[in-house]
T-cell receptor
């Protein structure tokens, strides 16, 4: 079974500082990788995803994540955060092989990013 | 609709009661998923529908949980004889077939007292 480890449950940073949210997964097969964000009192939103091709993927609001197959990691980074980035971030993995069109996700426990002024 | 709609947004029920949670997916999305998010945890998969059929119900915790999607659109998650441990946010998501990365609803917060 898949598992996803988010190594930090909480990450406090100051505005305009860089941030990295770590994610490792366990899988012996090829996978799809995702980062979802949950702003306070809102639903989960897809931030970015890795399906194939370039191992570096970017979101429209300045986040990026790099798929590292040898380290089974998919860490999320942003060079300069804003207060509005305060949210909970979830890493998730979906099997590439098997299941037909079923792309069920296995989520990590989440990392609460708090950006302080 | 513009997004995945879940009703009610909040539900408080007494232990032992029956509850139904509704999910209205994005129009045209044939794939529908239910997840459960307990406090301090990430969402956990419950069940997947492709059209009207439950193609994967391996995440349902026990036989008190059941879900239907009779016309391939709206889905209802049903929980019998609720227990305090069922308290969680129940999330629904939908997508086109074979689409990775789906759209989540805002969830139903279920509290069993």
């Amino acid at each position: 079974a898949q598992s996803v480890t988010q190594l930090d449950s909480q990450v406090p940073v100051f505005e305009e500082a860089p941030v990295e949210l770590r994610c490792n997964y366990s899988s012996s097969v090829s996978v799809y990788l995702f980062w979802y964000v949950q702003y306070p009192n809102q639903g989960l939103q897809l931030l970015l995803k890795y399906l194939s091709g370039s191992t570096l993927v970017e979101s429209i609001n300045g986040f990026e994540a790099e798929f590292n197959k040898s380290q089974t990691s998919f860490h999320l980074r942003k060079p300069s955060v804003h207060i509005s980035d305060t949210a909970e971030y979830f890493c998730a993995v979906s099997d590439r092989v098997g299941g037909g069109s079923n792309y069920k996700l296995t989520f990590g426990k989440g990392t609460l990013l708090t950006v302080n002024p | 609709g513009a997004g995945v709609s879940q009703t009610p947004s909040n539900k408080v029920t007494e232990k032992g009661k029956y509850v139904e949670l509704r999910c209205d997916p994005i129009s045209g999305h044939t794939a529908l998923y239910w997840y459960r998010q307990s406090l301090g945890q990430g969402p956990e998969f419950l069940i997947y529908f492709q059209g009207t059929g439950a193609a994967d119900d391996s995440g349902l915790p026990n036989d008190r949980f059941f879900a239907v999607r009779p016309e391939g659109s709206v889905s209802t998650l049903k929980i019998q004889r609720t227990e305090r441990g069922d308290s969680a946010v129940y999330l629904c998501a939908s997508s086109y077939a074979n689409s990775r990365g789906y759209t989540f609803g805002s969830g139903t917060r279920l509290t069993v007292v």
